[in-house]
């Protein structure tokens, strides 16, 4: 399984980016997917996750109401519309993937550096 993120770039506060992910490897209905971030120093942090369905789940509470999980099954893409973004959004974005509900993210993607400027 490889997952091919892309999207991440330079912005200012109060802008928008939308970020890309891939996986390919095996059939894109059977992945559940999310987009974790991480700071240099800190721990990684799960951002939002999306089941097979299209459920969706924001763990971070600093993303509520400004950042949008999808995906599109026709595409085979996962998106993170990131709407409104502060300068403590700056980080590297990773999407991962699982085949198992219950189970630990397998796949990683290669990170996407956002940086938001004040």
């Known amino acids: 399984v490889q997952l091919q993120a892309s999207g991440g770039g330079l912005v200012q506060a109060g802008g928008s980016l939308r970020l890309s992910c891939a996986p390919s490897?095996?059939?894109?209905?059977?992945?559940?997917m999310a987009w974790f971030r991480q700071v240099p120093g800190k721990e990684r942090e799960l951002v939002a996750r999306?089941?097979?369905?299209?459920?969706?789940?924001y763990d971070a509470d600093s993303v509520k109401d400004r950042f949008i999980i999808s995906r599109d099954n026709g595409k085979k893409l996962i998106y993170l519309q990131m709407n409104s973004l502060k300068p403590e959004d700056t980080a590297v974005y990773y999407c991962?993937?699982?085949?198992?509900?219950?189970?630990?993210?397998?796949?990683w993607g290669q990170g996407t550096q956002v940086t938001v400027s004040s």
């Open positions: 490897g095996r059939t894109f209905n059977s992945f559940y």
């Open positions: 991962a993937a699982k085949t198992i509900m219950t189970g630990p993210y397998l796949w």
């Open positions: 999306i089941g097979r369905s299209g459920s969706i789940t």
